[in-house]
Every structure is written in C-alpha cells, then in structure tokens.
C-alpha cells in the first residue's frame, strides 16, 4: 500500500510497477488484486501525473529542494518465523516512515540532523488545545513525520485529521501531553480560517457537481452495464464518479475513451447515445420531452435520460483472418462490468443548439432543413441529432435521413428510431438503404447513390445542410462525390453546408 502525488498539486493518473528494475512496466488498475503478488525481485514503481511527466530513475535535488523523487523500490524478503512451517514476506521500503531506520536505504545524515531539529520541540494544536508531542514522536506507529507535518501550525486541519484517523484510546494518550488551551483570539483565527476553507471546497464542489467533462483531464467512469444490440455491436453504459449528474455534452459531439496499455495510453472517440439532451445551455422556458408518439403526448424529460451516467453504442471489430481486429472495440467488448475506463471531452467541430442553430467549425450557422447520410456506427452523433430536434417541443427543424447498413439486423439503434420512422408530420424522413436484403425487406436495396440521395434528401438551399457519417466507403466513395456534384450543381455551397460529423 502506497500513496503517490505530484509535487505541483497536479492530478497523479497513471501508476506502473515494474518486478524486473524497470525493463518493464505494468500498468496498475485503480484496484489491486488481494492475492499477494509472488516474485522474487524488487518491486519498483513509478507514476505520471495529467502531463504524462514522471519519475527519473536516479533522485536529483529539484528545484523545491525536493530529493524524494526517482522510481520508488521496494525489497521484499522473507523473514523466517519462529513457528518452522510459517515464513513471512515482507516488503522492506527505502526508508522507514518517520524516526525508524528499518528501511533498505539508510538515512543521510544530512536529513538525520535536519529531523533532529523539530524532534527536540514538538507542539501541535487539536480541538483547540495545545499539546507537547515530543515524547510520542518515539514510538508514534504512524511515523514521527505524520505529527511533525503538524508541528507548530495553528490551523484546523491537525484536527480534523487527527480526528479522522484516531481512537478513543489515541484520545487518551493526546490528553497525557495536553499543555493548555488556547486564547479566544486563536481560536477566531483558527475558525475563521476553517470557515474560509471549507465554504471554498464546496464551491469547488458545486461547480464540480453540475458537470462532469473536462477537455485536458482524463476522468474515470465505471462500465455498469452492457447490451448487445446486434450481433457485433453493444451499447455500453458507464457511471459517473461521484455524485455528479451530468456529462455536459453539447448536442453532436463526442468524448474520448482511455484504456492503459503496457506503454501507453489507447485512445478512441464516441458518441454518447445517452443522456439524448443535453442539460447545459437549455433555456428552461423550452420544454424538453421524452418522446412517446409526438411531443404533444411526451411527458416531460425524465430522470432516466442519463442522469449520473452515459451510453455508448460501439461497433466491435472482431479479428479475422484478414486483420488483427479493433484495438479499443476488442477491449471494450470484454472489459468486466464494474471495471474502470478513462474519458474525457467534448470533441468536435459540429454542435447543435436548437431551433435550427449549429456552430460549425466555430462559425455560427443556422439551418432550416437538415439532411444525413449515416452508415454503420456513424449513426451515433445522427441519432444525437435526431432525437434533439424531436424532443425539443418548439424546435422545427426538418429532417431527411439516409441509413446504410449490410443487412436489417445491422440497424443500429432500430428499436429507438422507428418511433421517428413512423413520423406523422412529416417533420423528419428516413430512409434505409440495405446492401445484403432478403425477400420481404421493402426498403432501398444495393449502395447509396446520387439517386437515391437525390431521391430522399433536401434539395440545396442556402438554409439546408447535408451531414454525413459512416465508413469511409460509404462517406468517401458515395456520399461525398455525390453531394459535391448535387450541391455545386445547383448553387455555391458555403463552408460547413456538407460536413462530416465526427470532424
Ligand atoms: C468523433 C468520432 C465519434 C465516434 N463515435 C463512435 C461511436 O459512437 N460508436 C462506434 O462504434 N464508433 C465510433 N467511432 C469510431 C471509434 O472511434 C473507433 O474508431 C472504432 O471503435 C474502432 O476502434 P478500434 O480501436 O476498435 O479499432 P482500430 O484498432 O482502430 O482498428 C480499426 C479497424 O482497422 C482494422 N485493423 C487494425 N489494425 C489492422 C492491421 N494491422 N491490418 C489490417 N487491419 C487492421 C481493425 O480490425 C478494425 O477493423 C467514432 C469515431 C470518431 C472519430
Ligand atoms: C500527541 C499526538 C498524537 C498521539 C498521542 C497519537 C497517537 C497515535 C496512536 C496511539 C496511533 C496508533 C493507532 C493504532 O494502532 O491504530 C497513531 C497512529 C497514527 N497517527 Fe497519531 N498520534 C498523535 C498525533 C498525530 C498527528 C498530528 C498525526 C497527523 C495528522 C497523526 C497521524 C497518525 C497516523 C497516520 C497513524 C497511523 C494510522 C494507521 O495505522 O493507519 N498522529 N497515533
């Protein structure tokens, strides 16, 4: 058991150990296994902070007198009992916590003399009380080091930690070294001080409470849940940490998902296909709906969409003789419920506001009809953008949807979009396009075309924009060409008239 932090207040994010002196790392789950770990070498650790700094493998003096720096070795050893059956493994750390000298790296005695100066004089304040700690800074079984942190400081932290980590019995011992109590004007300082501190945390805390992405810090979530959909695609769902209750997610974008390798962090991005709306930047007054028919018999937006959690809906690219499969699909196919991934976000140049309004590539543009060419998992941030404008009463957006897949059970999300399939005013149209059909399909058959986009979506307009998302195949080869020629055809497109989603 160790703790580890960064001297610059930053966040510690990754931990390795490594049990052949540094040839190689492993990366440490947030939880340890409680099988005791059988080697024989040392045990050496080391740690990155969010900017991917870490420890040297020799200490040097930095620029804060900081020495205690390098890659952390431990020595285990056996220690023969005196029961002959019984051996015991222990775990010999650099130096002893406190005035100990049990560790495998003696003292310098440069830190000897400069412990030896506080250890003659030691006060420390609890509860209001002043106490002389020099005779327990001994035999103190959390280390001499723990009280002298301690030493001479008038706040309300000694208490609050001393309560946090002591007895009734270590209350007794404290009461042998009490001094006396200190002055009213003492204590005023020390609560107001307390005061300050703690209505700062909270205010922490709030804003930390409202939302949880952040664009540059990686933040844990824990799988919860896991459906498959089809047959190579699963929609996961993943918690929150702590009490916080909304993901933060504008309308079309994306947030990476972290998975630690050996050597190095795996990265890849999704689309949330839950919480459906996002909570920030809704203006109250504009009633969200969960759509239940049409919005007129929607009840109002309820807790289920997503409140202290997220889905994802992800494709797996399962090996084959061909290729290796997908790296992070693979991982995430078979990640335990319950275990932890790293995310952090948004991405994306494309936004939706409502009532027509993106900010494309940070230009604000606004858009009275909407066309999409979706294929495969790219139906993700499409479906983002479906159900925004159908559950926002009020928002008239119209909608012309393209849907490619290989076969019926490829559609994705097929239980969430037929309630807008079966649209009855005509607000949204979609349309699938099957490349693997059998008899009884009475949708599009073969590849998406210039007739069949022609066909099914918007005609270009000034206020109409055409998105597209889905394999490259698709996007590429099909869609793309196509709409070049449709829009330049017909007008002169402006930038973001035809974007991909997942730009
Ligand atoms: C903004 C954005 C949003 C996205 N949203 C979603 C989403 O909501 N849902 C979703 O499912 N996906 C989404 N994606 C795609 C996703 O990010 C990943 O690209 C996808 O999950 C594949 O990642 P992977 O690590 O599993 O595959 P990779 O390891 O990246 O491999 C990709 C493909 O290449 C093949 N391959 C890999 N190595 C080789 C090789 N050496 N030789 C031949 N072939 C090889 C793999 O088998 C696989 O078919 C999104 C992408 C972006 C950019
Ligand atoms: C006169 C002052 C103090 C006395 C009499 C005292 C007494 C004790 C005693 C008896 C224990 C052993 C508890 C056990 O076995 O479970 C202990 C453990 C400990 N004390 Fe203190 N303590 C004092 C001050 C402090 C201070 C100021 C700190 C720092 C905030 C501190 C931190 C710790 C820690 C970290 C442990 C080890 C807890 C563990 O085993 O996990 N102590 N102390």
């Known amino acids: ?30 939880r ?42 431990l020595r285990p050893g056996i220690v023969d009992d005196k029961d002959p059956k019984e051996a015991t493994l222990v775990f010999w750390h650099p130096t002893e916590v406190g005035s100990g000298d049990e560790g495998w790296m003696k003292p310098s005695v440069e830190s000897q003399i400069a ?40 706040h309300q932290e000694t208490s609050d930690e001393f309560a946090g980590i002591h007895d009734d019995y270590d209350y007794q011992k404290l009461k042998e070294c009490a001094l006396g109590t200190v002055t009213d004007k003492a204590a ?67 947030v990476e998902i972290g998975f630690h390798l050996e050597n190095r ?33 929607g009840t109002e937006r309820s807790s289920v969409d997503g409140e202290g959690m997220f889905d994802l809906t992800i494709k797996t690219y399962f090996p084959d003789q061909d290729q290796p499969g997908g790296a992070m699909s693979n991982i995430l196919d078979c990640v335990p419920i319950g275990e932890e991934v790293e995310m ?63 076969t019926e059970s490829d559609i994705l999300l097929r239980d969430e ?5 079966r649209d009855p005013q005509g607000q949204l149209q979609f349309t699938h396009v099957l490349s693997h059909t059998i008899d009884t399909w009475q949708g599009e058959k073969g590849y998406v075309n210039e007739e069949i986009l022609q066909r099914c979506l918007f005609a270009p307009d000034e206020s109409n924009v055409d998105f597209l998302c889905g394999p490259s195949r698709l996007i590429q080869k099909a869609a793309l060409p196509a709409l070049k020629r449709k829009l330049s ?15």
């Open 1 to 30: 058991m160790g703790y580890a932090y960064d001297g610059g207040g930053h966040e510690v994010q990754r931990v390795e150990v490594s049990v052949d002196d540094g040839k190689t790392w492993l990366y440490c789950l947030r």
């Open 32 to 73: 340890f296994p409680d099988a005791p770990i059988r080697h024989g070498n040392n045990i050496t650790v080391r740690c990155f902070n969010v900017f991917k700094n870490t420890q040297p493998r020799e200490p040097g003096w930095n620029i804060v007198g900081m020495m205690n720096n390098c890659w952390y070795v």
């Open 115 to 154: 412990e030896a100066k506080h250890k003659d004089d030691c006060w420390i304040m609890v509860d209001g009380k002043v106490y002389d700690a020099t005779s327990v800074l001994e035999w103190h079984s959390g280390g001499a080091a723990a009280i002298l942190g301690h030493a001479g400081q008038v």
């Open 188 to 254: 005023n300082f020390i609560k107001q001080n307390a005061e300050q501190a703690a209505k700062k945390a909270t205010e922490s805390g709030d804003a930390q409470s409202k939302i949880i992405l952040e664009k540059h810090r990686w933040q844990p979530v824990r799988m919860i849940a896991m459906r498959e959909v089809s047959k190579d695609t699963r929609t996961c769902r993943f918690q929150l940490p702590g009490n916080i209750k909304v993901l933060g997610l504008g309308t079309c974008q994306h």
């Open 265 to 297: 962090m795996l990265v890849r991005s999704y689309t949330p296909t839950k919480p459906l709306l996002s909570l920030q930047g809704i203006d109250e007054s504009d009633k969200m709906w969960v759509a239940n028919g049409s919005p007129e018999d």
């Open 344 to 406: 952090k976000g948004s991405t994306g140049e494309i936004e939706y506001h409502g009532s027509g309004e993106f900010t494309i590539e940070g230009q604000r543009r606004d858009f009275t009809r909407v066309s999409l060419v979706l294929g495969g998992s790219g139906i993700t941030p499409g479906y983002s953008l479906i159900t925004r404008i159908w559950l926002t009463k009020g928002d008239k957006t119209q909608l012309r949807v393209v849907d490619a897949n290989r």
């Open 417 to 421: 979009l037929v309630q807008f399939e």
């Open 489 to 503: 055809s017909e007008t002169t497109p402006s930038d973001g008239q035809c974007a991909d989603l997942r730009s």
